[in-house]
């Protein structure tokens, strides 16, 4: 039984690999490559060195082989600590992109509006990204050489790759002109906050803070039907000086609305605090 639970986790994990990485593919083939935007990474990489070299390579083909470098790379120097997501991922990537390159050729983009393919350029792989880091994944690529500059560099990692983004970005002015190169710039801005956005939203809990003096009630409610925990300790009102006690809980967006509205009927004078968050660690929530 537990073997199969652990089957059916991992069936769950790598579908949602997939659908992260297919909204990467659809985003880059669709609306990046069409229209030459270069956001770093290798994609961007790609979308570059395709101009380059001419018609003789593609760029789904660049991205293939670069991965595939990386991967025997990554998996010579890393060994075990070298992911199957990351893997899996990488090559879902590549191939897909390959596999697209051959169905449905893009020899232009969707549409003449550079700033509507620009957004769909970056919220599709934005949004797959974070799907992707949300549980451990990603797509290989610059990820790889990341997790080989922590192990045999002291440099700042973060700081390393937002430099190669831009400057690959930067690459687009001279190769593809400066529409292209602007909007390139552009869309890496929107694409190093929305990933983070992104999710911070996909982790979005509500954290409550009740002032009361029956919590007994609440935490009922919270224990029984919303099949959550709380911690409660004493409080005293500063201006009253009555005793009062405080319950802490944590619970997700759809329970808070039925918390809220059962407190404001069981206990209309409690006083209630509600905050996002989205840093959550423990039994229950992220590990």
């Known amino acids: 039984m537990k073997q199969q639970t652990v089957i ?68 010579l120097s890393l060994g075990k600590s070298f992911g199957n997501r990351t893997v899996y991922g990488s090559l879902l990537l590549s191939l897909s992109l390959r596999i697209l390159e051959i169905i449905v050729p893009m020899d232009k983009p969707l549409t003449n509006q550079p700033l509507l393919e620009l957004a769909f350029a970056v919220i599709l792989p934005s949004v797959g990204a974070a799907l992707l880091f949300n549980i451990g994944a990603s797509t290989g690529g610059t990820d790889i050489i990341a997790m080989l500059l922590k192990k045999y560099t002291s440099l700042d990692i973060g700081r390393s790759l937002l430099i190669t983004d831009f400057l690959l970005t930067v690459a687009v002015f001279p190769v593809f002109g400066v529409t292209a190169g602007l909007l390139s710039i552009l869309g890496l801005f929107l694409k190093s906050t929305l990933v983070d956005d992104v999710i911070e939203n996909l982790n979005l809990n509500k954290y409550f803070t009740i002032i009361c003096v029956d919590p007994k009630p609440i935490c009922d409610y919270i224990l029984n039907n919303l099949h959550r925990s709380a911690t409660v300790f004493d409080a005293k009102g500063a201006f009253t ?17 039925q918390l809220r509205k059962y407190i404001r009927q069981a206990d209309p004078d409690a006083f209630i605090l509600i905050t996002n968050t989205s840093e959550i660690i423990g039994r229950g929530f992220r590990g």
């Open 8 to 75: 059916v986790q991992k069936a769950k994990e790598y579908a949602l690999i997939t659908v992260g990485v297919m909204l990467v593919v659809f985003g880059v083939y669709f609306f990046k490559f069409p229209n030459n935007f270069s956001t770093g990474g290798v994609t961007g990489i790609a979308v570059i060195l395709s101009r380059l070299f001419g018609s003789s390579i593609s760029s789904g083909t660049i991205v293939l082989v670069i991965n595939v470098i990386l991967l025997v790379i990554g998996y």
């Open 241 to 257: 000086e009555k005793e009062k006690k405080i319950i802490l809980t944590v619970i997700s967006r759809s329970q808070a609305v």
